[in-house]
């Protein structure tokens, strides 16, 4: 296929045959896929033809429907209109850095409103376009990533609306009149602090009963196109909570529930391989965005307003978790491990200015000794 200096250009590939007619046969077909261009020419690759092709033959596999939605529109929106057309063996580490510099001027919002893009913002373009050059290197399209030596500002996280010990007794009593599942999901998303997709996916199998713990190890996502698919976390980290003995109790009995319907609907029941906590009586799950749905209908119900809390989305339950045990002391590499983050930067990140009040506390602990001496 002609030269890259003066070394050949060749594409390969090894195959098993019986006998030299069947490898001629095998040659002849590899040839015409070549010849009729449906393998990939690297050295006139637009960045526009390989985001088509990292769309097809990755992202829709690797990416749930929300994340794979606001990504490619990322992608479209902001890097395809100016670097669509460039070869993307072409793009270097100084194109990414005057793109995202020009990204924190004024007027790149896409709303139509003023002011500057928020560092938030900034992040997810820049995820998401790290991610995209990230598979191209994979792939040896190109010798490296221009983004990774991209210096991008941390994001500034905002203080979450969270439930004291009182607020969480108050809302665990507005719950006993509630379905018993949204009462177990909305505690163990207090307690554990599982993300809603983790809560959907538990399945009987991840109950210790003897240790009162449970094992968050999959996610459950709603791909427009196929459905509920199972998830590795969000993280790729698989963790074990340990939760009090009464929940525990209940999520038992919750499970017996489950295996007797399992064993009522035999054939019918629509996912063979697993007995989900949180299913209708054939087995299938409860989609993850089918929780916060429930959540803001409760939280807008007149029993709800009149018993005077404050509003808070369902996923400020899990910060509402964290902040509890770092009132309580506990130490963030085990909130770390809890919550599932990959890293403790994330974790003090988020939870630096709960930490900060809890140091302050700390010392207040030194003045006491302070004045009895």
């Not at 690297?42 to 097809?56: A, H, P, R």
């Not at 009464?246 to 007797?260: C, G, I, N, P, S």
């Not at 404050?310 to 963030?332: E, W, Y």
Request: positive net charge.
């Amino acid at each position: 296929l002609g030269y890259v200096g003066k070394r050949r250009k060749r594409k390969k590939r090894t195959v098993s045959a019986k006998n030299d007619t069947e490898a001629r046969k095998q040659l002849v077909l590899f040839e015409a896929e070549v010849l009729s261009n449906q393998l990939i020419d690297e050295s006139k690759m637009t960045v526009e033809g390989f985001y088509n092709q990292w769309v097809e033959k990755y992202a829709s596999d690797h990416y749930g429907a929300r994340t794979l939605h606001d990504t490619k529109k990322i992608i479209t929106n902001r890097l395809l209109p100016d670097y669509g057309e460039a070869r993307i063996k072409d793009i270097k580490t100084i194109h990414m850095v005057h793109f995202f510099d020009d990204l924190k001027k004024n007027g790149k919002r896409l709303d139509g409103k003023e002011g500057n893009l928020s560092s938030s913002s900034l992040k997810n373009i820049y995820k998401a376009i790290n991610a995209l050059f990230k598979v191209a290197e994979e792939w040896e399209l190109i010798d490296s990533n221009p983004c990774e030596k991209v210096k991008m500002p941390s994001v500034k996280h905002k203080k979450s609306e969270v439930f004291s010990v009182e607020e969480s007794k108050k809302l665990f009593e507005l719950l006993v009149d509630e379905d018993v599942v949204w009462q177990l999901i909305v505690q163990l998303a207090a307690v554990s602090g599982a993300r809603q997709g983790e809560i959907a996916a538990l399945e009987g199998k991840h109950l210790d009963f003897e240790n009162n713990v449970i094992l968050i190890e999959q996610s459950l996502v709603n791909n427009a196109s196929i459905g509920l698919q199972l998830k590795s976390t969000k993280t790729e980290r698989t963790r074990k909570i340990s939760i009090p003995d009464d929940l525990m109790k209940a999520l038992k009995k919750l499970r017996a529930t489950k295996l007797e319907q399992q064993m009522e609907m035999q054939n019918l029941w629509e996912w063979p391989d697993h007995l989900f906590l949180f299913s209708n009586e054939f087995g299938k799950p409860m989609r993850p965005d089918s929780i916060s749905q429930w959540w803001i209908r409760f939280t807008n119900s007149q029993k709800y307003k009149a018993s005077k809390l404050k509003t808070i989305r369902f996923h400020d339950l899990r910060h509402t978790s964290a902040t509890l045990l770092i009132d309580k002391g506990v130490h963030a590499k085990i909130i770390q491990e809890r919550l599932g983050h990959s890293k403790i930067g994330t974790t003090m990140d988020i939870y630096g200015h709960v930490l900060q009040d809890a140091e302050k506390s700390a010392a207040n602990h030194f003045n006491d000794l302070f004045k009895k001496a």
